[in-house]
């Protein structure tokens, strides 16, 4: 655990984040940051050595340093920093772990004197002072880093929200977005900017969420069209109707009810389209393909519609629910 927390575990493949130790062992960030903490005490060199002699103690091969000549590795710093505000720097430390040392992701300094010298050649950084109590030293951008999209939508999703939003509502906010959800949900798992704050949760990191603001958090009407979820019903004639709200974007995309979507993994179903055929497909409890249909009749964004897959048939309809009727 110590081990890991300090970044010297080479199977490790990089140093993990404190809460992600926390949670693989069942203990508390605390209880890690110590063990840290006390490995780190036990094997500082002496003073004037480096940080070689740290990994020379334990057998392991020392990591290798970045160079201020790499600008693709300070600016992805700087974009971290824009996206967090200054970080004290073992917490930019288990950020950087998280992207397991892809480009422009390479290991940062590991002590804070090589890493002032780093961040002062490369430039575009601000470091305080050691505290006096012994706090650790804090960096910070100068001026804001332009952000790729994927970056830009999770700052704009989180930065009003320090207590963490639900993973399904990010995957759907991409969407809207026009972002693809598996793309989002990838970036969560190695996104150095982000970090779970719960079961499920997601926030920036650094951020913290204040008693005071906690009430309008959870206010906020952002909520609201979760209220109607999707469900289903069987037809008379055996049919199974899906009612949904239609999502917001390009590609919209619904998710089976689960109780039924065993019945339906995998199948296509044919819809009568005037004179184009289409089909609407089932891939992983989700149903495709029906946008085109949408557009004919008119619905939009959060208007109430219904799907009537035919199971036997393997044909499909989609009307507007209000109606309860079909359209071909």
Same mark, same amino acid.
């Given at each position: 655990?110590a081990l890991?927390?300090?970044?010297?575990?080479?199977?490790?493949g990089? $140093?993990?984040?404190?809460?992600a130790?926390?949670?693989?062992? =069942?203990?508390?960030r605390?209880?890690?940051? %110590?063990?840290?903490?006390?490995?780190?005490?036990?094997?500082?060199?002496?003073?004037?050595?480096? #940080?070689?002699?740290?990994?020379?103690?334990?057998s392991?091969?020392a990591?290798?340093?970045?160079?201020?000549?790499?600008?693709?590795?300070?600016?992805?710093l $700087?974009?971290?920093?824009?996206?967090?505000?200054?970080?004290?720097?073992?917490?930019?430390?288990?950020?950087?772990? %998280?992207? =397991?040392?892809?480009?422009?992701?390479?290991?940062?300094? !590991?002590?804070?004197?090589?890493?002032?010298?780093?961040a002062n050649?490369?430039? =575009?950084f601000?470091?305080?002072?050691?505290?006096?109590? /012994? /706090?650790?030293?804090?960096? *910070?951008?100068v001026?804001?880093? !332009?952000?790729?999209?994927?970056?830009?939508?999770?700052?704009?999703?989180?930065?009003e929200?320090? =207590? *963490?939003v639900?993973?399904n509502?990010?995957?759907?906010?991409?969407?809207?977005a &026009?972002?693809?959800?598996?793309?989002?949900?990838?970036?969560?798992?190695?996104?150095?900017?982000?970090?779970?704050? /719960?079961?499920?949760?997601?926030?920036?990191? &650094?951020?913290?969420?204040?008693?005071?603001?906690?009430?309008? %958090?959870?206010?906020?009407?952002?909520?609201?069209?979760?209220? $109607?979820?999707?469900?289903? !019903?069987?037809?008379?004639? /055996?049919?199974?109707? #899906?009612?949904?709200?239609?999502?917001? &974007?390009?590609?919209?995309v619904? !998710?089976?009810?689960?109780?039924?979507?065993?019945?339906?993994?995998?199948r296509?179903? *044919?819809?009568?389209?005037g004179?184009?055929?289409?089909r609407i497909?089932?891939?992983? +409890?989700?149903?495709?393909?029906?946008?085109?249909?949408?557009s004919?009749l *008119?619905?939009?964004?959060g208007?109430? +519609?219904?799907? +009537?897959l035919?199971?036997?048939? &393997?044909? +499909?309809?989609?009307a507007?629910?209000?109606? $309860?009727?079909?359209?071909?």
């Open positions: 655990m890991r927390a300090a970044g010297l575990d080479s199977a490790e990089g $140093r993990a984040s404190l809460d130790i926390a949670a693989d062992l =069942g203990v508390s605390e209880t890690v940051r %110590r063990a840290r903490n006390e490995l780190l005490h036990a094997i500082e060199p002496r003073t004037g050595a480096t #940080i070689d002699v740290v990994y020379s103690l334990l392991l091969p990591p290798s340093q970045p160079s201020a000549d790499s600008p693709a590795t300070a600016r992805a $700087r974009r971290l920093l824009t996206m967090t505000g200054p970080l004290p720097w073992d917490e930019v430390l288990s950020a950087w772990a %998280r992207a =397991g040392g892809k480009p422009p992701y390479s290991p940062l300094p !590991a002590d804070v004197a090589s890493m002032r010298e780093w050649d490369a430039g =575009g601000t470091a305080s002072a050691v505290e006096a109590d /012994g /706090g650790p030293m804090t960096i *910070g951008a001026l804001p880093e !332009a952000l790729d999209q994927v970056s830009q939508f999770l700052l704009d999703a989180l930065r929200r320090p =207590g *963490g639900d993973r509502v990010l995957l759907e906010l991409a969407q809207e &026009g972002l693809k959800p598996t793309t989002i949900a990838t970036k969560l798992s190695i996104h150095p900017a982000v970090t779970r704050v /719960g079961r499920g949760m997601w926030a920036l990191r &650094g951020r913290r969420p204040s008693p005071s603001s906690e009430p309008a %958090r959870v206010a906020e009407p952002r909520r609201a069209p979760r209220v $109607r979820p999707t469900t289903f !019903a069987w037809s008379p004639d /055996g049919s199974l109707l #899906i009612e949904f709200s239609v999502p917001r &974007g390009p590609s919209p619904v !998710a089976v009810p689960k109780a039924v979507s065993e019945i339906v993994e995998g296509e179903f *044919g819809v009568d389209a004179k184009k055929r289409m497909a089932v891939r992983n +409890a989700r149903l495709w393909g029906f946008r085109p249909l949408l004919e *008119g619905l939009h964004g208007a109430r +519609a219904t799907i +009537a035919n199971i036997l048939a &393997g044909t +499909a309809t989609i507007p629910a209000e109606r $309860r009727g079909t359209s071909q």
